[in-house]
């Protein structure tokens, strides 16, 4: 319902026009790097690890985000897509405090490009930046509806109250429904100011996560689950090789496969249609490929390319002067290894081309990227072009800017059905983005109180956020620092600091994963301040709180620092053959802590308890909250202790799990979640828990054994340890 309305308003709210121009404000900044760019490379470096993420929308009319039902429910169509973090039951609780409805009342599903507004998920900042405009629309919702209930009794709109889904004056009531089936045009009424945090009655309690019931019972919510009325199957043969170009094609067995209704051949892979999925797959391999490709690349090439001092070099922070501080010397090297993403549902799309339209139903976080790459590769208005996103199973950034929809737009188009086409594992792993293997070196100096007085952290490695940018932004940046280096900056109080970034080259594609460049960036930076505490002869945990200036920031930091080593136990004796490490950062606003305890286990590091702390500003869900941060402790003690990715003779050796291991139920820990609220505004979750594990488990190694891990998978370098 409320589809007609009148003409919007002419007005708009400074805050939404601040957002909508917010990209415009960065080009502008990135134009300037052309003048004094390592001055201004060094204060955006700075901006961005600081800044709230902006939105990425500009239009806020209720009627594009709100439904009305006959049911006397209210649908949100959410913008951000659901993929395992649980921010439905967020929305639906920051909608509900404005909204004057019961929590139960309000449904939250997906907008797709044809019906709602939509924008990437990712980064963490889902809630963040939703925080304040599903609030703002929902208020605005319900006072238009109060305008129209005025209107139709022929009173002031200040006269209606609104109340359980119900709307009153004097004797006279009416629901949100029947008001909606009552009126045929809409007039948009102001966004009201909105109430205070003090007037919540839902948000800052815990509530369950609307999808649970449909996961429970395996209702058909993902897309790969996606069937539509005379859906056929595809299977697409892609290079297995790094930079591989296809050079010759033998098809003539896959077009004579039983049940294949088409052979599709591309510049870049060869395509297959065929009633059932076994069959597409069984013809696709019956593909006889010849590739030209690199056969001598392997893993070393990629270390020899990610090192420090190979690349463009990039300063993003300088304080004083590091080079003239007095102090005595500690200097280590750390690297971290190439990761997939590895997500429980491989990429998924299903296409239905019908002449100029095109639907598409895609397990997508970025459906606007997916629908720009579309219009692109086929020529297509994107307004004939619809993206319907389905849940996820599993995203960490894998699903951004890396899709099989073209693929499958044009399979549909050459059978004239709607196709399913689904990766294989292999693709997932050997066609997908990866995370890039990092190299640092930290250089420090402490004086003779322990005090660190220079720190200089050097860092290598492959791009991260490029393919998301413009084409422009790369030269201009010289080094990825926005999201590759996110975390590489120093956020000690030390005098004098000095952070480089050295941009590689890699032949495949490198992009987003779960915490970006913070996983490498802190496991580095959190083991070094181990071992510079260890050379001081100081407590690593008040070694770290010395190091916490008066900053907002900072003092945070420290507040949380307090509140894990009082909840963890730090100050009381370990348990013996227990080892204890600790570890902290910053993802942006958020600040999580943890203290790690492991075993040593017939040689195998055993994570036995995790306590992790989290400040994350306004907590709206605290279920929702301890639960990201649960899955990130687990996802990062699975990338620390097990996940590594190889090259051997131009192809990604890993095709599928047996080659690839991850954590299992039996390396979970006991994990305990301590919630802290240290600012007003909601920061990110999802992403900063992921952060310090690493660096606390390579720590509680070093504690109980006496050995300094730092290379990661933790697990093989304790068993290749070598003093």
């Not at 304040?132 to 139709?152: G, N, P």
């Amino acid at each position: 319902m409320m589809e007609s309305r009148d003409k919007k308003p002419k007005k708009s709210f400074s805050r939404r026009k601040f957002l909508a121009r917010t990209g415009t404000g960065l080009a502008g900044t990135i134009a300037l790097l052309y003048f004094g760019r390592s001055i201004i490379r060094r204060e955006l470096a700075g901006f961005v690890s600081e800044m709230d993420m902006p939105l990425g929308i500009s239009d806020f009319d209720p009627h594009l985000w709100f439904e009305i039902n006959a049911d006397n429910t209210i649908t949100l169509m959410s913008p951000k897509v659901e993929m395992g973090q649980g921010i439905f039951a967020g929305f639906a609780m920051l909608a509900a405090e404005e909204l004057d409805l019961a929590l139960d009342k309000i449904k939250v599903v997906h907008a797709n490009s044809a019906k709602g507004i939509t924008t990437n998920t990712g980064a963490s900042t889902s809630t963040a930046t939703m925080y304040v405009a599903i609030r703002e629309v929902a208020a605005t919702l319900r006072e238009t509806l109060k305008l129209a209930a005025s209107k139709l009794w022929g009173i002031k709109p200040e006269s209606v109250l609104t109340k359980d889904g119900l709307l009153s004056a004097g004797n006279k009531s009416i629901s949100y429904a029947d008001l909606a089936k009552r009126t045929s045009k809409w007039e948009t009424a102001k966004t009201p100011a909105l109430r205070p945090a003090s007037s919540f009655k839902y948000v800052g309690k815990a509530y369950a996560r609307l999808d649970l019931t449909d996961k429970v019972l395996a209702r058909p919510i993902y897309g790969i689950d996606m069937d539509l009325p005379n859906m056929v199957y595809g299977a697409v043969l892609y290079s297995p090789y790094i930079g591989g170009v296809l050079k010759s094609a033998d098809l003539s067995a896959a077009e004579h496969a039983p049940g294949v209704l088409k052979v599709v051949k591309d510049k870049e892979w060869i395509g297959v249609v065929a009633n059932t999925r076994f069959a597409a797959e069984s013809a696709i391999n019956k593909v006889k490929a010849t590739w030209d490709y690199n056969a001598k690349y392997s893993t070393k090439d990629t270390l020899d390319a990610v090192t420090v001092g190979v690349g463009t070099e990039v300063n993003i922070q300088k304080e004083g002067n590091t080079r003239t501080a007095q102090g005595t010397q500690v200097s280590s090297e750390y690297r971290t290894p190439i990761g997939y993403h590895a997500s429980m549902e491989p990429s998924i799309v299903v296409a239905d081309a019908k002449g100029d339209l095109l639907t598409i139903y895609s397990s997508t976080q970025n459906s606007t990227f997916m629908r720009q790459t579309l219009s692109d590769a086929l020529g297509l208005k994107s307004e004939n072009i619809e993206i319907h996103p389905t849940f996820l199973g599993g995203g960490f950034g894998r699903r951004s800017f890396k899709h099989n929809a073209v693929e499958a737009a044009k399979l549909s188009k050459a059978v004239g059905k709607p196709v399913h086409l689904l990766y294989t594992r292999q693709q997932e792993f050997q066609n997908g983005f990866v995370r890039p293997n990092t190299h640092h070196i930290l250089n420090g100096k402490i004086d003779s109180k322990g005090k660190i007085v220079a720190l200089e952290h050097k860092l290598a490695t492959g791009p991260m956020g490029f393919m998301a940018m413009p084409d422009i932004v790369a030269p201009l940046l010289g080094a990825d620092f926005v999201v590759a280096g996110h975390g590489a900056r120093i956020a000690y109080n030390i005098e004098n600091l000095n952070t480089s970034i050295w941009q590689s080259s890699l032949p495949f594609q490198t992009s987003m994963w779960r915490g970006v460049g913070m996983f490498a960036n802190t496991f580095a930076i959190e083991s070094f301040m181990d071992e510079l505490a260890h050379k001081a002869g100081i407590n690593p945990l008040k070694f770290r709180m010395d190091h916490c200036g008066n900053t907002t920031q900072l003092n945070r930091r420290k507040k949380l620092l307090e509140l894990i080593a009082e909840k963890s136990g730090w100050h009381n004796p370990q348990a013996e053959g227990v080892g204890r490490g600790l570890a902290v950062c910053d993802d942006h606003k958020t600040i999580s802590a943890a203290v790690v305890e492991i075993k040593i286990i017939d040689g195998v590091i055993k994570v036995v308890k995790v306590t992790q702390a989290i400040d994350p500003g306004k907590i709206i869900n605290p279920d929702g909250v301890r639960q990201q941060v649960e899955g990130a402790t687990m996802m990062a003690i699975s990338a620390s202790l097990y996940e590594q990715g190889t090259i051997e003779n131009g192809q990604f050796v890993e095709t599928n799990f047996h080659q690839y291991p991850v954590a299992r139920l039996s390396d979970t820990p006991e994990i305990e979640v301590i919630l802290h609220e240290g600012s007003e505004k909601p920061s990110g979750v999802g992403e900063s828990p992921i952060s310090p594990i690493a660096p606390a488990i390579a720590n509680a190694v070093f504690n109980l054994t006496g050995k300094r891990l730092r290379t990661l998978p933790l697990q093989a370098a304790f068993e290749g340890y070598k003093n």
